[in-house]
């Protein structure tokens, strides 16, 4: 399998989004797919940013599911970017 290949997959009880197996991270779309039993490998996957992402629904009776679900971070995020501005 090349390195550029993504194993994706989904347990609704545990994620309301597909993810990156290896990540963890929610993913958004890919260029391309193929699934093989009960996974998908994928090219040119693209992940959800937190603000984007689809919130997880509630249950049938309003109960909070939750999720596992990760999303793409920012490089260095808002304290590392702040921190070069001062050195």
Do not use: C, W
């Amino acid at each position: 399998m090349d390195d550029d290949v993504v194993e994706i997959g989904i347990n609704p009880a545990g994620q309301h989004l597909f993810i990156d197996l290896k990540t963890g991270q929610a993913v958004e779309s890919a260029d391309i797919a193929t699934v093989i039993g009960d996974r998908v490998y994928a090219k040119g996957v693209k992940y959800f940013k937190k603000a984007e992402a689809p919130n997880p629904l509630a249950a049938s009776d309003g109960t909070d599911i939750g999720s596992t679900v990760r999303y793409r971070r920012t490089k260095g995020g808002k304290v590392l970017r702040a921190l070069k501005g001062h050195g």
